[in-house]
């Protein structure tokens, strides 16, 4: 039924007021019709009477003369020049004469209602009834005449035929004038609606779309006229709508694209606190999944540190800068986030919403405190050697020149300590030349065979082995392509066989093995020795950690050999893994990517 008024509204509320329209006239002409039907019998009555009175003094005349022969004369219809019948009655009711039918054919009259009501004693008696002896509808007016104390009555009636045909005609053409009103205004009524009506109402339906976002929408034809000229400035108004929405839609485009593009988090908060915009570096740094919109922020990442933050953002006026360490989980890495906030409103009162931009700077502290640590060590493991060359050519300068054989022996000491040194700083400009690596692509890698780097690598190796230990090789036959820098990875190899023959023990074998799979090529380092507690293995390709340090020291080793080791595996978008177990021995591995035939990783 909604949709049926919606639909047809403004057809029906027009319809039914042209009808009502009509109708009303309608009934207001045939009220006023019956009115003068009416008025036309009071004069009808009126000239009964004034009739019947005029002829009274003749027919009284008469009837005191006992003339009733010149009554009838009086009353012949050759005499009468009018459409009233006059009726004279005697007092007993009989007819003395009827200017229509004659006399002596007439029933008595006493019964007649007009005559009754005189006999009762009205002066006038009007009625209108049907004839039955015209057998036609009349009106009657009757009038007492005494005459030598006998009440006669004088009669007059009219015919009511033409009348009715008057008044049938009269409503006959109401209603066809009715009917050509109402076929007139049906046109008119058919014509507003086709070029008024159903025109707006499709310019009504158009602007509700438009409203809705259909902004391509073209307008429905109107033609001419005001609805044409109101269809105009409605599809400017589209036109620009278009155009506005088009800008902003650009605009908020760019904006997204910028804050996504951002590695800053950016955060927008409401009123209360709840969050109402974040860019994807934000979604990444808070781990935000699923509907997150309009919920508190502070429920969401649980940031006490953060709480204490927004304080002071709503009461300084200004922008506010802290750094924050957060934590969301214990499974999760803490990190260093460099916020900044500020309050978008003039007033706590009129606050309308909080900007935080979220800056992460793990990274950078944790360099910071690696150049720290790194300084720090560098400095300590140079300083041994420089100490113990110091005190040599102290004691040479303080008079052991003169003693050739302790001369020569500060001299050993001096030439062991810096080559030491030589060596420390040579691992040192290896791992800083990595890193450099690591940081740029490979594209100036070539295919090589493994088991060649393997080989060339166990030869370079040998002429260290201890008296007691042994060095076993396993390459497989197959193809053992790797795409990389084959004198990085042949020192890698290195450093791991020179590892195990330094600390696995003096009777240890040493297995170097080559390992194909479907996707790598794992180059493996194992020996029997005396193995490494869990504790330490964590840290091992750390920069100068050392599981037993006067151990290595003594070995000669820098403390960087496994450091540089991962740093080439790394370069090689490889990995490196290490197992242990006091007692049975320690097995390194280097997983790197297989070559394809581009000769790409």
Not at 46 to 62: D, V
Not at 317 to 333: H, K, N, R
Request: one cysteine or more.
């Amino acid at each position: 039924m909604v949709k049926l008024h919606i639909k047809f509204g403004w057809l029906s509320v027009l319809t039914a007021l042209l009808w009502i329209i009509i109708i009303a006239a309608v009934m207001v002409i045939w009220t006023q019709t019956g009115h003068s039907e009416t008025r036309y019998l009071r004069e009808l009555d009126r000239t009964l009477e004034s009739m019947l009175r005029s002829e009274m003094p003749h027919i009284a005349k008469l009837l005191e003369d006992g003339d009733y022969d010149g009554v009838r004369r009086l009353c012949s219809p050759e005499k009468s020049d009018s459409d009233i019948r006059l009726t004279v009655i005697a007092p007993d009711g009989e007819v003395i004469a009827d200017s229509r039918v004659r006399y002596n054919l007439m029933d008595n009259h006493m019964e007649r209602p007009e005559i009754e009501e005189v006999r009762s004693g009205q002066p006038v008696s009007r009625q209108m009834r049907f004839s039955s002896t015209a057998h036609i509808p009349s009106l009657y007016c009757a009038i007492p005449l005494e005459v030598n104390s006998q009440r006669y009555i004088i009669r007059g009636s009219l015919s009511m035929n033409e009348l009715e045909r008057t008044m049938r005609t009269a409503r006959q053409n109401l209603l066809l004038v009715g009917i050509a009103v109402a076929a007139v205004l049906s046109a008119l009524s058919f014509y507003v609606v086709h070029k008024v009506i159903f025109p707006l109402r499709r310019l009504r339906k158009t602007a509700n779309r438009i409203a809705a976002g259909e902004l391509d929408l073209p307008l429905p034809p109107t033609g001419p006229g005001e609805v044409g000229r109101l269809a105009l400035p409605l599809g400017m108004l589209a036109e620009q709508l278009k155009m506005r929405y088009e800008e902003v839609r650009r605009q908020k485009l760019e904006r997204d694209l910028i804050f996504d593009a951002m590695r800053e988090g950016v955060v927008m908060l409401n009123s209360a606190g709840a969050l109402s915009g974040y860019n994807e570096a934000a979604r990444k740094m808070f781990h935000l999944t699923g509907q997150v919109r309009n919920q508190p922020f502070l429920a969401l990442v649980r940031f006490a540190e953060l709480k204490v933050f927004l304080e002071k953002v709503k009461k300084q006026a200004g922008p506010v800068e802290e750094e924050l360490l957060l934590q969301l989980s214990d499974s999760v890495e803490p990190r260093y986030l460099r916020v900044r906030g500020v309050m978008i409103g003039d007033t706590v009162e009129k606050l309308s919403c909080i900007l935080l931009v979220f800056s992460d700077i793990t990274r950078i502290r944790k360099l910071e405190n690696f150049r720290r640590d790194f300084i720090a060590d560098v400095s300590h493991e140079i300083k041994t050697p420089l100490t113990v060359i110091q005190g040599a050519a102290e004691t040479l300068l303080d008079g052991a020149l003169e003693d050739p054989a302790g001369a020569t022996r500060f001299l050993d000491i001096i030439q062991t300590h810096c080559r030491r040194l030589n060596l420390l700083v040579q691992d040192i400009l290896s791992i800083s030349n990595l890193e450099e690596k690591t940081t740029r692509a490979t594209e100036d890698f070539v295919e090589l065979d493994a088991g060649d780097i393997v080989r060339t690598a166990v030869e370079l190796c040998r002429p260290r082995l201890l008296e007691k230990q042994h060095l076993e090789v396993s390459i497989p036959d197959t193809p053992c392509e790797v795409a990389g820098d084959s004198a990085n990875l042949e020192q890698a190899v290195v450093n791991l066989v020179d590892n195990a023959i330094k600390y696995a023990g003096e009777e240890a074998t040493i297995r170097v093995t080559v390992i194909v799979t479907e996707r790598n090529v794992v180059i493996a380092v194992a020996d029997n020795g005396v193995g490494i507690a869990p504790v330490h293995l964590e840290r091992l390709f750390e920069r100068f950690y050392r599981v037993d340090k006067a151990r290595s020291r003594k070995a000669g080793g820098t403390g960087l050999g496994l450091a540089i080791v991962k740093h080439i595996v790394q370069w090689h978008r490889g990995q490196t893994e290490v197992t242990s177990e006091v007692g049975k021995g320690t097995t390194f591995r280097m997983i790197l990517p297989r070559a394809t035939k581009s000769g790409e990783m």
